[in-house]
């Protein structure tokens, strides 16, 4: 495991912001030069605690104002099942996120859909003809924030 | 208003968030200053939020991570707001959500292993205010994380 000094963890802090900012930029930003600030992020990414991108939209304006968290209960389980489930829910358009659980719930997607009669078809068509498919409940997402996290 | 290259740009950056701008410009068969000028509109016009860099947490030691679904006391006019500050100050909260559904709120939780996830949760997510009920789903795996839109 790699360990962080207080310039990692500002740079860290700088490209979970920003993440198309140049090592130059960064450098001049907390005090590095540009081939010192390159050397870093090269060390971080290598170590894998850089792990690529993520581009946040408005899916409003993109026409998709509807978000919502499925907790879902398997009616049947057994290694199979779960394999089935899985390549199923993950090919799903509109689903974005498919998350392994442990608890009341086997399995959290994030679906996103163009509003709730859209929603509704996704459920009834998709969701709800997954393989193995047993209780689902829904929670519209009305806000959401990401935090920079412990760093 | 968004046209057909602003669309193709989006759904190619969105398929590959760490995609260089020219060879974005290529795929979405654009020119490469085209390309630059309307991502940087995009971004202005906020239906690009931002591009975050991603941290992946087990690099750093955290092995734990928890999604913790919470009811609120609805009685308290303020207790989302009170709940969602509070939950600012804890460091191992990754992201804050809420719904409309039978859960109220849901906060993504990190800890280095069992017994700091215990030590945070006995300490800092026990003691915010306001809570009348708590779930737990302990992350196995993510099977898919995309941004990317059906558009």
Redesign the interface.
Same mark, same amino acid.
């Given at each position: 495991m790699i360990d962080l000094d207080d310039m990692d963890r500002a740079i860290l802090r700088t490209l979970v912001q920003d993440a198309t900012q140049s090592a130059g930029a960064i450098g001049r930003r907390i005090g590095l030069s540009q081939p010192a600030a390159w050397r870093r992020i090269k060390r971080l990414e290598e170590a894998g605690v850089l792990a690529g991108r993520r581009v946040v939209v408005d899916r409003e304006a993109l026409g998709f104002g509807v978000t919502v968290f499925l907790g879902i209960k398997l009616a049947t389980k057994g290694r199979v099942s779960l394999e089935d489930f899985e390549r199923a829910a993950m090919a799903i358009p509109e689903v974005q996120i498919v998350q392994h659980v442990l608890g009341l719930f086997d399995y959290r997607l994030r679906v996103v859909a163009r509003d709730i009669a859209d929603f509704e078809r996704v459920l009834r068509r998709r969701i709800m003809m997954l393989p193995g498919v047993g209780q689902v409940e829904a929670n519209v997402l009305m806000t959401e924030e990401r935090r920079p996290g412990p760093i | 208003m968004?046209d057909d290259t602003d669309r193709r740009l989006?759904r190619h950056?969105?398929a590959d968030? $760490?995609i260089p701008m020219n060879d974005l410009a290529e795929r979405a068969n654009v020119a490469p200053a085209t390309a630059w000028r309307r991502v940087e509109r995009l971004t202005e016009a $906020?239906?690009?939020?931002?591009?975050?860099?991603?941290?992946?947490?087990?690099?750093? $030691?955290?092995t734990v991570e928890v999604?913790l679904r919470f009811s609120l006391d609805k009685t308290v006019p303020r207790a989302f707001d009170e709940f969602?500050a509070a939950a600012?100050e804890v460091?191992?909260?990754?992201?804050?959500?809420?719904?409309?559904?039978?859960?109220d709120l849901?906060l993504n939780v990190?800890a280095r292993d069992m017994a700091h996830w215990q030590e945070i949760y006995r300490q800092r997510i026990l003691t915010l205010p306001h809570i009348t009920d708590i779930?737990?789903?302990?992350?196995?795996?993510?099977?898919?994380?995309?941004?990317?839109?059906?558009?």
């Open positions: - | 968004l989006l950056l969105l968030p $760490g $906020g239906i690009i939020r931002a591009q975050e860099a991603i941290i992946d947490w087990r690099a750093l $030691g955290y999604s969602t600012r460091p191992e909260v990754l992201a804050i959500e809420t719904f409309l559904g039978r859960v849901r990190i779930e737990a789903l302990m992350l196995i795996s993510t099977l898919k994380h995309a941004e990317a839109l059906p558009v």
